[in-house]
T-cell receptor, first 112, second 115 residues
Framework: SQQGEEDPQALSIQEGENATMNCSYK?????LQWYRQNSGRGLVHLIL?????REKHSGRLRVTLDTSKKSSSLLITASRAADTASYFC????????????FGTGTRLQVTL | EAGVVQSPRYKIIEKKQPVAFWCNPI?????LYWYLQNLGQGPELLIR????????DSQLPKDRFSAERLKGVDSTLKIQPAELGDSAVYLC?????????????FGPGTRLLVL
């Protein structure tokens, strides 16, 4: 079963614009991770944010976490065509012994 | 450093036939995962190994699916017999550690089509 839901399901922007995608989840978590999946390929880890953190940065990525609202957002600044991919949030739920549960994903299309 | 290796990359079989997938994790990674990914969905865990031990197989349909990880390195996932609904991508991932905060490294997956 999917723990999280990403919003929007699909997003199309032009190169240079910022892309924001959101993830909502249902139960308390230890941490939340974001992964990227290019078409026909495996997932690549982007960033991890722990439940006691509110914001984290990595290069052009900014992740926020609001545990009171059970939601997270991933911001990609100055997007590039190479950012075209599906983005998934994955939660490590409290009490599930390090089991990652993935959301449904946001499909991002960055056009030139 | 070599990544997670999976084979085959693609497999087409008729329903009721058996099929097997193979995974070689990153060297030194003690935890191995098999995921199922349906089209347009996120991966769903089938089974997780810590070394040779299957520590979470609650989502594995045990009537037709089986897995093994001999010697705590390579792993195989088998389906017998395959059904039409098994058409999906089967992903293998590995990590070092079991805290839940470690990064999982994914292979490219095996795309299965059952006719």
């Amino acid at each position: 079963s999917q723990q999280g839901e990403e919003d929007p399901q699909a997003l199309s922007i032009q190169e240079g614009e910022n892309a924001t995608m959101n993830c909502s989840y249902k139960t308390s978590i230890n941490n939340l991770q974001w992964y990227r999946q290019n078409s026909g390929r495996g997932l690549v880890h982007l960033i991890l944010i722990r439940s006691n953190e509110r914001e984290k940065h990595s290069g052009r990525l900014r992740v926020t976490l609001d545990t009171s609202k059970k939601s997270s957002s991933l911001l990609i600044t100055a997007s590039r065509a190479a950012d075209t991919a599906s983005y998934f949030c994955a939660t490590d739920r409290t009490g599930t012994a390090s089991k990652l549960t993935f959301g449904t994903g946001t499909r991002l299309q960055v056009t030139l | 450093e070599a990544g997670v290796v999976q084979s085959p990359r693609y497999k087409i079989i008729e329903k009721k036939q058996p099929v097997a997938f193979w995974c070689n994790p990153i060297s030194g990674h003690n935890t191995l995962y098999w995921y199922l990914q349906n089209l347009g969905q996120g991966p769903e865990l089938l089974i997780r190994y810590e070394n040779e031990e299957a520590v979470d197989d609650s989502q594995l349909p045990k009537d037709r699916f089986s897995a093994e990880r001999l010697k705590g390195v390579d792993s195989t996932l088998k389906i017998q017999p395959a059904e039409l609904g098994d058409s999906a991508v089967y992903l293998c991932a590995s990590s070092f550690g079991t805290s839940g905060a470690e990064t999982q490294y994914f292979g490219p997956g095996t795309r299965l089509l059952v006719l």
